[in-house]
């Protein structure tokens, strides 16, 4: 059955750098998005992306973030400078469609020192 | 009001029994509503996804649907052990993309 990959499962940083999250979706889906769970708190939506480019973000998403196709597979979401409020799980997830159900992958636990 | 509403738990059933779970949304135009289970450090995993009024089963599982009243449940029969997690709503909202996520319910099924 095809599935979300995401990688590194576990990324330690310092405050101040930048990373940069990879997912790979399913593979004949269209639409993309990044949410993030901090630990015991709800999941939130990031951005959307649809067609090479943005289609939605949220308040959360600000300048710090971006979200890149750079290939017909990867999606990657780069936070340039992180903070230590950035700790958290980041979801990748793929639809076919819009407004269907989302797919998500495994997640990247995120934890800035 | 939150946009998606649901209690906390945890809600505790016995072994076969039938447990049940609720969500109410704000957003009155909300086109798609899902139903997520989530174990304990794992990721959200899409169980149910119901767009019309009336009820949708798969397996196990019964979605209920009612936009006039802006609710929607979750019927899960024969509980398992393997059941116990957090179950999370989900709608989509008119004219977007985004998926809004209640806090989830923690369901335990007790042997």
């Known amino acids: 059955e095809p599935e979300v990959t995401q990688t590194p499962s576990h990324q330690v940083t310092q405050m101040g750098q930048e990373v940069i999250l990879r997912c790979v979706p399913i593979?004949?889906?269209?639409?993309f998005y990044w949410y993030r769970q901090i630990l015991g708190q709800k999941v939130e939506f990031l951005v959307s992306?649809?067609?090479?480019?943005?289609?939605?973000k949220s308040e959360i998403f600000d300048d710090q973030f971006s979200v890149e196709r750079p290939d017909g597979s990867n999606f990657t979401l780069k936070i340039r400078s992180t903070k230590l409020e950035d700790s958290a799980m980041y979801f990748c997830?793929?639809?076919?469609?819009?407004?269907?159900?989302?797919?998500f992958g495994p997640g990247t636990r995120l934890t800035v020192t | 009001q939150k946009e998606v509403e649901q209690n906390s738990g945890p809600l505790s059933v016995p072994e076969g029994a039938i447990a049940s779970l609720n969500c109410t949304y704000s957003d009155r135009g909300s086109q798609s509503f899902f139903w997520y289970r989530q174990y304990s450090g794992k990721s959200p995993e899409l169980i149910m996804s119901?767009?019309?009024?009336g009820d949708k089963e798969d397996g196990r599982f019964t979605a209920q649907l009612n936009k006039a009243s802006q609710y929607v449940s979750l019927l899960i029969r024969d509980s398992q052990p393997s059941d116990s997690a957090t179950y999370l709503c989900a709608v989509n909202k008119s004219s977007a993309s985004k998926i809004i996520f209640g806090s989830g319910t923690r369901l335990s099924i007790r042997p």
């Open positions: 119901i767009y019309s009024n």
């Open positions: 593979s004949n889906h269209l639409y």
């Open positions: 997830a793929s639809s076919a469609a819009e407004a269907w159900g989302q797919y």
């Open positions: 992306f649809y067609n090479n480019e943005i289609s939605e």
